[in-house]
């Protein structure tokens, strides 16, 4: 299915072109560090333009095999707007949907069922101040009690106040997401979040008593991450070296 379509490039501006073609490198990058599941989970961009389209993947299509052609573009009723031959999956985008239609910042919408992540969603303390990367999650991170899976457009009113202004979700009994500002901002936020889950699933597996950090500790390493965005050195930098791996694993996302 992936290789059957042909290139949009010329259906396309030039910048919905570069939306689709980061957006299918970061599929490629959830695949290559073993994050996807399957053909679930979604990750979405909003084009560039007034009129709230958005990218999300073909439904039935690994994300190894995304690429910018096959990336489906769509309303915020998931109404498709070019018709790529490929569905998508309608429960999928409730959650997707109902972060973009409140929040003009979230650019790229990052939802994810990986192990270590949902396993720290089944935990009643949710995610622990044990490691540098949960301090940096823990300053703009939210939670979601779980209503299922998410077929009922009735659960988007909750999403939207459980999220609130927070970048980074806890979907509890289910999963992970982000909402960033960028395609870039979203891979590095949810590299932070993934390791932080990762980080506590090892050590509370080594059953030794845990040091907790502090608020203090959360709102110092806030500010030198601040800090460090402003001077450069944030997601745009690392983004850069991403796509570097990507082009040299496979540059078929590109297509």
């Given at each position: 299915m992936a290789t059957a379509i042909r290139s949009i490039n010329e259906q396309v501006s030039p910048e919905e072109w570069a939306v689709r073609q980061d957006l299918a490198a970061l599929y490629r990058l959830v695949a290559m560090h073993g994050w996807d599941d399957t053909v679930f989970t979604h990750i979405t961009a909003r084009v560039p333009g007034a009129d709230h389209h958005f990218l999300i993947n073909p439904f039935g299509v690994l994300f190894e095999a995304v690429t910018a052609s096959n990336l489906v573009k769509v309303d915020l009723a998931g109404n498709k707007m070019i018709d790529t031959g490929y569905p998508i999956n309608p429960a999928g985008y409730v959650i997707h949907s109902a972060?973009?239609?409140?929040?003009?910042?979230?650019?790229?919408?990052?939802?994810?069922?990986?192990?270590?992540?949902?396993?720290?969603?089944?935990?009643?303390?949710?995610?622990?101040?044990?490691?540098?990367?949960?301090?940096?999650?823990?300053?703009?991170?939210?939670?979601?009690?779980?209503?299922?899976?998410?077929?009922?457009?009735?659960?988007?009113?909750?999403?939207?106040?459980?999220?609130?202004?927070?970048?980074?979700?806890i979907l509890r009994n289910h999963g992970t997401l982000v909402a960033a500002s960028s395609i870039a901002e979203a891979w590095l936020l949810m590299y932070v979040l993934e390791t932080a889950c990762q980080i506590q699933i090892a050590a509370q597996a080594g059953g030794a008593e845990l040091i907790m950090l502090g608020e203090d500790m959360i709102e110092r390493n806030k500010a030198v991450r601040t800090n460090a965005t402003e001077a450069g050195q944030g997601a745009d930098m690392v983004w850069r070296a991403m796509l570097d791996k990507v082009r040299r694993r496979d540059p078929s996302f590109l297509e």
């Open positions: 972060i973009h239609a409140v929040r003009e910042d979230a650019h790229c919408v990052m939802h994810l069922h990986t192990r270590a992540g949902a396993a720290v969603s089944a935990q009643k303390d949710g995610l622990l101040p044990i490691s540098q990367q949960s301090t940096l999650a823990l300053a703009s991170l939210a939670y979601h009690d779980y209503e299922g899976v998410a077929v009922d457009p009735a659960e988007k009113v909750r999403l939207q106040q459980d999220l609130g202004d927070k970048s980074m979700m």
